[in-house]
Every structure is written in structure tokens, then in C-alpha cells.
């Protein structure tokens, strides 16, 4: 889960994602197999990248923004290589984008709508080649009312994670 500029870390992970999946299909990872986990003070630790990135089924783009570009993922081939890594593997993946009029309606900051309906569109043009296992979730908080930095942070209290 990404908060506000947090998004750019929900970002860094989709890339290792997509430059996993390129390595998985030169031969050199095989992103289908879980490695070996460790066990440390009765906690269960992915011990390789590759189980890191394997354990996760949901990314959670909440209030996402920047005073730059760069708040959500507009590269196709990021997103193409994301959707590759999905059709790979038997593991399903969520992208669920959260957000408030603050972000999402800002006329000073433009390219986060922008922004987000092309990596929107990315997605869903991706999806369709993943059998049902690349699922897309856009949820609206305070829709319909004035812009406020106190939404922007109330939605962490009324955010839908299902």
C-alpha cells in the first residue's frame, strides 16, 4: 500500500516486478516457484527477492500524488511486463486505486488524473490477456464534496481494502 507520495514505492515494486518477469523469461529466474522461506522469531521471511515479490497479491494506490509527474505508472512496457510476470505464474494480482477529490480533482495538479486513467487504460488493455488474474479496483471517497487536505488523510479511516 502506497499513501499519497508513497505511490512511487508501489511504483518501484511494479517495476521489479516487470524486470523479474524479463529475467524469468530469458531462463535466468523462474518466477513460478517459490524459493525458500526462513523462519525467524516465528515469523515467516521471504528469503529472495523472488518470494518478496511472489507474496504479494494486492497493490494499493491510496491519495497517490506528487508535486510532479511520476504519481502512477504510465510506461506500457512496465505495465505489459507486470501483466506478463501475472500470466507466468499462478498467482493472481490486484491494482486498487483509492482516492479523494484532493488528488484526483485538483486543477493544480493535472497530471494525476491524467496520470492515473492511463495506467487505468494500461491496465485493462493488459488484463485482458490474463485470464481473470490481473483485477482492477477504482474506489472514490468524499465524491461531491469541496477538496480539503483533511480528506486526503480521513481516507485512510474509510478506505475499502476488499
Known amino acids: 500500500m502506497g499513501f499519497s507520495e508513497g505511490g512511487v514505492v508501489v511504483n518501484q515494486l511494479n517495476e521489479e516486478l516487470s524486470y523479474w ?9 523462474d ?4 524459493g525458500t522461506a526462513l523462519l525467524t522469531h516465528s515469523l515467516l521471511v521471504p528469503a529472495t527477492a523472488s518470494d518478496v515479490l511472489s507474496s504479494i497479491s494486492e497493490f494499493h494506490y491510496v491519495d497517490v500524488s506528487l508535486n510532479c509527474a511520476g504519481a502512477y505508472i504510465t510506461d506500457h512496457d512496465v505495465i505489459k511486463g507486470v501483466a506478463n ?9 490486484c491494482f ?6 484532493r ?3 485538483d486543477p493544480n495538479h493535472p497530471w494525476i488524473q491524467a496520470e492515473r ?3 487505468l487504460q494500461l491496465l485493462n488493455e493488459e488484463a485482458k490477456r490474463c485470464k481473470g488474474r490481473l483485477l482492477l479496483a477504482e474506489k472514490k471517497y468524499f465524491d461531491g464534496r469541496p477538496r480539503s487536505l483533511l480528506m486526503h ?6 478506505m475499502d481494502m476488499g
Not at 510476470?85 to 494480482?93: A, D, E, G, K, M
Not at 488523510?153 to 474509510?158: P, S
Request: proline share 2%; charged share 15%; hydrophobic share 30%.
Open 21 to 29: 518477469d524479463s529475467k524469468s523469461s530469458k531462463g535466468s529466474v
Open 153 to 158: 488523510f480521513a481516507i485512510l479511516e474509510v
Open 85 to 93: 510476470y501475472v500470466c507466468h505464474t499462478s498467482n493472481s494480482l
Open 117 to 119: 486513467d492511463r495506467m
Open 103 to 105: 488528488q484526483w480533482s
Open 96 to 101: 486498487a486505486l483509492h482516492g479523494t477529490p
Open 31 to 34: 518466477v513460478s516457484q517459490g
